[in-house]
């Protein structure tokens, strides 16, 4: 159960990494572009991944009428999900300890885990009503419209994950480095309930 | 006199012809580029780079084009002293001043010699220095913004012709006087030259941090011409040598008059001795006039400074500075090997090539061994500097690099071609011809330390029958030669700008990586920027106008303005608000007595407009910058001279 519950808070304290990394990446590449201009979504805000890609995606968007890219200070996600990942990453911690101290059954780390998901989950469905409404939420004044087949206007949506063509540009949509670490972290904590369980079994036997 | 001088060298080409050196039949060259894949060692393919920038001199032009090695592909024209309608250079209110001088406003230069800079001997790629010949000035280019950032005047000089060379760690650059004259300037005879006139050999020096430069000091030489110049290198650091002619001092009839000495000379300066001279206090200061022109990057604007003396050195008072090196005859290139003990004066009417040695001449220098002096100066003997003789290897020599491997490479005017030789054993390895009547060539380091030998390419002064017709006039040829092997391989012909006095190249690889994409918006001081549109306004001073103008891709702003009248001076002051790579906007008025301006990411220029006309006046971008290009457009309306129109301006709405 030791062994676990190190597992456990390690598994917890790879949250944190996502003050530091980002979370998601989206590259836009065409042929005009050969460095691909580029967004990072942290999850406080949204960043250029060169120094003036968000003003030049602006510049471009503005063609097919899409709003800018929202300020930190203009969605709530941006405030909120901070204080869950550093609750999440704290409650893990906690119950690590307690399991270290034998305070706690391992299930608990499966509990934390299913709550992570949830919430994980909850966060790509906002995630990819955000990118609905920034691709589809299109300014009746553009100045070009382009219409799919059957009449409707084009949505310029980005894949919520993989590879999406939208007009010329290739649109590439992937978890960054502080996502990555908020699996590995959360399979770590699947691990720590494994190997809780696994031990716990050993000692009723 | 003439004709006989005239016939005597048609003689000489003939008799080349008959007695060997058979340069191959140029009808050739077609099948074996196919046989050799030659095609293939020019292409880059689409997307691909070129491994080699080439910074040539567009003489005339007053200007540089850079080249791509060995595409020949030209990438950009960068205006230096000339002005330069296609961006506004010279025209905008913010580079004016780097065509100031003495002279005032002068708008065309003769652009001759590039020059990279060098740290330890070798090019680092930071600066590119170019003289200009007839209004003497040397220029720094900024090789981060590809951009004229200072011009600096030359006193006391006239034909800034052996120049802009640099020492190794760019220390100094330096700017020889090809025409003596009067110093200071005063009304004489002119048949009073003799003894009269001088020549002055400036030595710039180059702040090394900002580049920025100074006359550090002149030496006032004695009236002959000083042709070419190049500096020690490694053992010979702290020297620089440089050729004359005229040596006799005649004032007419040059051809004849100036060609009677058997030799000319080799000016050796050590520059080192000179500068520790004046570090002392040595030389005095002099009147003089000249202007000193700086470009701001973040205020993106030109100032010019009239100076108003400069420190001059009399030879004489520095004993152990200056040496003369009897050359033969009339020696035009002057060319110091990378290891710095050949200093090669191609005597451009001798038949023979000769190579003087840097451990002979301090040799000399130290046993007093000297064949006479001349205006105090002493004149070593030739013999004992003399390393060797590359013998009869053409006709006309003119210049020559190295390619670091131990070999030289000589142009030859008259023969048209250049030939290959070793340094040392002085034979000639290898010749091919070039199209036609070449001056300079360039390898990629040539002047430095480090040549990196595998392309060298020669500039020609004719062209005829190598490309398509365009009328009498055609762009002079460049010819691109493989120097890797053996002997020289001739790859590619490709036109260049203007006259392609001479070139520096080097590996791309430095220039590239440094070379800037945009101007920060942020960084922008200019005092007339409007970094957004919030920022934009028209505001009248007497009758100056200012409309603080912004540029996004696809409109103006402001686009409608109105309140200006016929005898304004109305400044449009335009910024680029894009921060995106070579996303340019232009800007032209109907009816400018002035240039369009070519405004780059996150840069403001000015450009002035004196309506005459009372109208509704349209004014556009004239860069293709997006889909809306064409929409990218605006009105000025322009209302009599009494008129009580006020001042308004719009953006999307109605001028109230
Ligand atoms: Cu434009």
Redesign the interface.
């Known amino acids: 159960m030791k062994k676990a519950s190190i597992i456990m808070i390690i598994g917890s304290l790879l949250l944190l990494g996502l003050f530091k990394f980002p979370l998601w990446n989206i590259m836009l590449g065409a042929p005009q572009y050969p460095?691909p201009l580029g967004m990072n979504i942290h999850i406080d805000g949204i960043k250029g991944v060169s120094?003036?890609d968000l003003?030049?995606i602006d510049?471009l968007n503005h063609?097919i009428g899409m709003k800018t890219i929202p300020k930190a200070e203009e969605m709530w996600e941006f405030s909120v999900f901070p204080k869950v990942i550093l609750g999440m990453a704290l409650l893990g911690v906690i119950i690590g300890l307690l399991g270290y101290l034998n305070k706690v059954s391992y299930k608990y780390f499966l509990g934390w885990f299913v709550l992570m998901s949830v919430l994980g989950i909850l966060g790509m469905y906002d995630f990819n009503n955000w990118l609905a409404d920034y691709g589809g939420n299109l300014d009746p004044h553009a100045?070009?419209k382009v219409t799919n087949p059957d009449g409707s206007p084009m949505s310029y949506k980005p894949p919520l994950i993989g590879f999406k063509k939208l007009l010329n540009f290739d649109v590439t949509s992937l978890p960054h480095t502080g996502g990555y670490l908020m699996f590995i972290g959360m399979s770590f904590t699947l691990i720590a309930f494994w190997l809780g369980r696994k031990t716990s079994v050993k000692k009723i036997t | 006199m003439k004709n006989i001088l005239t016939s005597s060298i048609a003689m000489l080409v003939i008799l080349l012809g008959f007695t060997g050196c058979n340069n191959g039949n140029q009808s050739g060259g077609k099948s074996g580029a196919l046989s050799n894949n030659i095609a293939e060692k020019v292409y880059v393919a689409p997307g691909e780079y070129d491994s080699h920038y080439a910074f040539i001199s567009g003489g005339y032009s007053g200007n540089i084009t850079v080249y791509g090695l060995p595409s020949g592909r030209m990438f950009k024209e960068i205006p230096v002293f000339s002005q330069f309608a296609t961006s506004g250079y010279g025209y905008s209110e913010e580079t004016k001043p780097m065509l100031n001088t003495s002279h005032g406003f002068v708008p065309w230069g003769d652009s001759h010699h590039p020059d990279i800079s060098q740290s330890k001997g070798e090019l680092d790629g930071r600066w590119v220095f170019i003289n200009e010949n007839n209004t003497p000035r040397i220029a720094r280019i900024s090789l981060t913004t590809f951009e004229t950032e200072e011009i600096i005047e030359v006193p006391n000089s006239a034909g800034n012709h052996s120049s802009s060379f640099v020492t190794e760690n760019t220390e100094y650059v330096v700017a020889g006087t090809r025409f003596s004259v009067p110093i200071p300037q005063r009304d004489m005879p002119i048949k009073d030259y003799k003894g009269n006139f001088q020549g002055a050999l400036s030595f710039i020096s180059v702040a090394p941090e900002t580049g920025n430069m100074d006359i550090k000091f002149q030496v006032l030489m004695p009236g002959f011409n000083y042709d070419l110049s190049h500096p020690g290198r490694g053992k010979s650091h702290g020297w620089f040598f440089f050729t004359t002619y005229n040596t006799e001092e005649a004032s007419t009839l040059l051809e004849v008059n100036a060609s009677q000495n058997d030799k000319d000379f080799i000016a050796a300066v050590n520059w080192k001795k000179i500068e520790e001279y004046v570090n002392n206090g040595g030389g005095k200061m002099m009147p003089a006039n000249y202007a000193h022109n700086l470009y701001d990057e973040h205020t993106h604007t030109a100032t010019s400074t009239i100076k108003k003396e400069v420190r001059v050195v009399n030879p004489i008072d520095v004993p152990g500075a200056v040496y003369f090196i009897p050359t033969p005859k009339s020696p035009h290139g002057c060319d110091v090997d990378p290891s710095g003990e050949y200093i090669v004066g191609n005597g451009k009417l001798s038949a023979n090539l000769t190579v003087h040695s840097f451990t002979k001449m301090l040799d000399a220098i130290e046993k007093e061994k000297f064949a006479g002096e001349a205006y105090g100066i002493p004149i070593l003997n030739f013999e004992d500097v003399l390393a060797g003789v590359v013998e009869q290897p053409g006709l006309g020599p003119l210049h020559t690099e190295f390619d670091g491997k131990g070999n030289a490479y000589t142009t030859f005017f008259i023969s048209s071609e250049v030939v290959k030789w070793k340094i040392g054993t002085w034979e000639v390895i290898d010749r091919k011809p070039t199209y036609y009547s070449v001056g300079h060539l360039t390898i990629p380091g040539g002047n430095s330390g480090k040549p990196q030998g595998k392309y060298m390419f020669a500039m020609n002064k004719i062209t005829k029958d190598r490309y398509l017709p365009t009328g009498p006039e055609m762009e002079h040829s460049a010819q691109l030669y493989d120097i890797s092997g053996d002997k020289m391989e001739l790859l590619l012909d490709f036109p260049t700008h203007g006259e392609p006095h001479y070139a520096a190249a080097m590996e791309a690889s430095i220039i590239k990586e440094q070379s800037q994409k945009i101007y920060k918006l942020a960084d922008n001081k200019h005092p007339y920027a409007a970094k957004s549109d919030a920022d934009t306004k028209v505001v009248r001073d007497g009758n100056e106008v200012h409309i603080y103008m912004t540029t996004i891709r696809s409109h103006f702003s402001p686009d409608n303005i109105e309140g200006v009248k016929v005898g304004d001076k109305v400044y449009f002051h335009v910024t680029n608000l894009e921060q995106d790579f070579d996303v340019p906007h232009g800007f032209a008025v109907l009816g400018q007595n002035n240039s369009e301006l070519l405004i780059m990411p996150g840069q403001t220029k000015s450009s002035v407009w004196e309506p005459k006309q009372v109208g509704v006046w349209p004014f556009y971008c004239t860069d293709f910058c997006s889909a809306l290009h064409q929409e990218m457009q605006g009105y000025i309306r322009v209302s009599a001279a009494d008129s009580d129109v006020p001042i308004k301006w719009s953006l999307g709405e109605d001028i109230e």
């Open positions: 460095d120094e003036f003003q030049n510049g063609y100045i070009i």
